[in-house]
């Protein structure tokens, strides 16, 4: 027996999410990329030539790539395509060039829009080159992530880049004010639960609007949501973070750059931001310390072991109460006295030895545990510091090809300060002894 009773009325079908109730109509209607699609900007400049070149669509989810390629699409002759990396293989890409070039050779054109566009592989992206060459598509690519990073060389240098930006909250407002418009309703928030809501989106115009829905849906009738009670009724939408993309990489340099610039509140922000979007504590972690390696060094040795620390309670403590440990670190490395002299001269040393190939050490300071060795001078003449006045001999362990070099030239900050003092006094007992 059906359980569908194919004679009756059929229901209607539900509604569209708001966002794609609200989705623009014309350039002019998309929300917070004026410099693209405003009377002056770059993409109403590129559409309105005669020829439309190959394009690469970078910006945040919720920003009006998909919206943006669509209106160009319907606003020309050319037979408009939109695939998404995500679903499309090797084979229904064939097809689809293989139909474009047959259109070509019909005088018509293609637009092929490629949603997620990153996620081709490079032998994938380098399909696209032959009929970007020969004209039979034009390409518009959307990527959520750096395309300097995720895109072939070749790919990038026949398309531009148009970056597209995070919705300010001037543009999130105007969204829920044409979406209160089509509602014919206003949203039950008072001005401060507004605020937060438009917080929460994080730039994402798609988000404000799903979120417009849910706090309709959750309101009772005559109910205004407050900022704590808005908080509860909707499920708080987890930041834009890829962990293994561009948001891990800005939020983690940026956190770098406030410690080496001696902004522990800067620092702790950041810091608060990673944890927020699920960053592994042990990635922050071990990237202290380095931070105390290379930003400190010895201007304050105790960095490194607090560093070190750190990350050894987060092991011993897990989440959420190790994490208080790492934020102590980062607060200490902040506002430690910095020094990148130790990373300077690692790095000089590096390149030196690199020059220089593998010349031996000064026979003067190399273990004789043979007859044959001792016979050939090694281990000759070495002078012992500890019987040495000053416990230090001043004897030059350089190889003779490499001669002396100063590498490390410590900064008058912190413990570095004494470590200078330290490096000119035996530099003018050598000099006194006559070893340089």
Same mark, same amino acid.
Not at 75 to 87: E, K, P, T, Y
Not at 97 to 102: E, G, M, N, Q, V
Not at 113 to 141: C, K, Y
């Given at each position: /027996?059906?359980?569908?009773?194919?004679?009756?009325?059929?229901?209607?079908?539900?509604?569209?999410?708001?966002?794609?109730?609200?989705?623009?109509? @014309?350039?002019?209607?998309?929300?917070?990329?004026? *410099?693209? @699609?405003?009377?002056?900007?770059?993409?109403?400049?590129?559409?309105?030539?005669?020829?439309?070149?190959?394009?690469?669509?970078?910006?945040?989810?919720?920003?009006?790539?998909?919206?943006?390629?669509?209106?160009?699409?319907?606003?020309?002759?050319?037979?408009?395509?939109?695939?998404?990396?995500? *679903?499309?293989?090797?084979?229904?890409?064939?097809?689809?060039?293989?139909?474009?070039?047959?259109?070509?050779?019909?005088?018509?054109?293609?637009?092929?829009?490629?949603?997620?566009? *990153?996620?081709?592989?490079?032998?994938?992206?380098?399909?696209?080159?032959?009929?970007?060459?020969?004209?039979?598509?034009? #390409?518009?690519?959307?990527?959520?992530?750096?395309?300097?990073?995720?895109?072939?060389?070749?790919?990038?240098?026949?398309?531009?880049? #148009?970056?597209?930006?995070?919705?300010?909250?001037?543009?999130?407002?105007?969204?829920?004010?044409?979406?209160?418009?089509?509602? +014919?309703?206003?949203?039950?928030?008072?001005?401060?639960?507004?605020?937060? &809501?438009?917080? /929460?989106?994080?730039?994402?115009?798609? +988000?404000?609007? @799903?979120?417009?829905?849910?706090?309709?849906? +959750?309101?009772?009738?005559?109910?205004?949501?407050?900022?704590?009670?808005?908080?509860?009724? $909707?499920?708080?939408?987890?930041?834009?973070?890829?962990?293994?993309?561009?948001?891990?990489?800005?939020?983690?340099?940026?956190? *770098?750059?406030?410690?080496?610039?001696?902004?522990?509140?800067?620092?702790?922000?950041?810091?608060?931001? /990673?944890?927020?979007?699920?960053?592994?504590?042990?990635?922050?972690?071990?990237?202290?310390?380095?931070?105390?390696?290379?930003?400190?060094? #010895?201007?304050?040795?105790?960095?490194? /072991?607090?560093?070190?620390?750190?990350?050894?309670?987060?092991?011993?403590?897990?989440?959420?109460?190790?994490? #208080?440990?790492?934020?102590?670190?980062?607060?200490?490395?902040?506002?430690?006295?910095?020094?990148?002299? $130790?990373?300077?001269?690692?790095?000089?040393?590096?390149? &030196?030895?690199?020059?220089?190939?593998?010349?031996?050490?000064?026979?003067?300071?190399?273990?004789?545990? @043979?007859?044959?060795?001792?016979?050939?001078?090694?281990?000759?003449?070495?002078?012992?510091?500890?019987?040495?006045?000053?416990?230090?001999?001043?004897?030059?362990?350089?190889?003779?090809? $490499?001669?002396?070099?100063?590498?490390?030239?410590?900064?008058?900050?912190?413990?570095?300060?004494?470590?200078?003092?330290?490096?000119?006094?035996?530099?003018?007992?050598?000099?006194?002894?006559?070893?340089?």
């Amino acid at each position: /027996m059906s359980l569908v009773d194919d004679a009756g009325p059929k229901a209607e079908p539900p509604p569209a999410p708001l966002a794609e109730r609200l989705r623009p109509k @014309t350039l002019a209607e998309v929300s917070g990329q004026e *410099h693209l @699609t405003g009377p002056d900007g770059s993409l109403t400049r590129l559409i309105a030539a005669p020829s439309l070149g190959s394009m690469i669509f970078w910006g945040p989810p919720g920003s009006g790539k998909t919206t943006v390629a669509r209106l160009i699409g319907a606003s020309r002759n050319d037979v408009f395509v939109q695939v998404s990396a995500i *679903h499309t293989g090797v084979a229904e890409l064939k097809k689809i060039f293989d139909a474009a070039r047959t259109r070509r050779a019909q005088g018509q054109g293609t637009l092929l829009f490629v949603d997620e566009i *990153h996620r081709f592989n490079r032998a994938q992206q380098d399909s696209f080159l032959p009929v970007m060459e020969d004209g039979s598509i034009t #390409l518009i690519g959307a990527t959520t992530e750096n395309p300097s990073f995720e895109l072939n060389a070749s790919l990038l240098s026949r398309a531009r880049v #148009l970056v597209f930006r995070p919705l300010g909250p001037e543009a999130l407002e105007a969204l829920l004010v044409r979406a209160e418009r089509l509602a +014919a309703k206003p949203l039950p928030l008072d001005p401060q639960a507004r605020e937060a &809501l438009t917080a /929460m989106a994080d730039g994402d115009g798609r +988000a404000v609007l @799903t979120l417009a829905e849910e706090v309709w849906r +959750a309101a009772r009738p005559g109910e205004t949501l407050d900022a704590a009670r808005l908080v509860e009724v $909707v499920q708080r939408r987890a930041p834009i973070y890829d962990k293994a993309q561009d948001g891990h990489y800005n939020l983690i340099s940026a956190l *770098h750059k406030c410690v080496r610039g001696s902004d522990p509140d800067a620092a702790l922000y950041y810091l608060a931001r /990673m944890f927020d979007a699920g960053e592994d504590p042990l990635f922050i972690a071990r990237r202290v310390v380095r931070m105390a390696s290379e930003d400190i060094g #010895l201007a304050d040795p105790q960095a490194l /072991m607090v560093a070190n620390a750190a990350k050894d309670a987060y092991d011993f403590l897990g989440s959420p109460e190790g994490e #208080l440990a790492i934020a102590e670190a980062v607060v200490y490395v902040a506002t430690a006295p910095k020094s990148n002299a $130790v990373y300077k001269a690692f790095g000089a040393a590096q390149a &030196l030895a690199k020059a220089h190939g593998s010349p031996a050490p000064p026979k003067t300071v190399l273990n004789a545990p @043979t007859r044959l060795m001792k016979r050939e001078g090694y281990g000759a003449d070495y002078q012992y510091d500890h019987d040495a006045p000053d416990a230090f001999s001043g004897q030059d362990y350089w190889p003779e090809k $490499v001669g002396r070099h100063t590498l490390y030239e410590p900064v008058e900050r912190g413990f570095e300060r004494e470590l200078r003092k330290r490096l000119e006094y035996w530099a003018r007992l050598r000099r006194e002894r006559g070893q340089g």
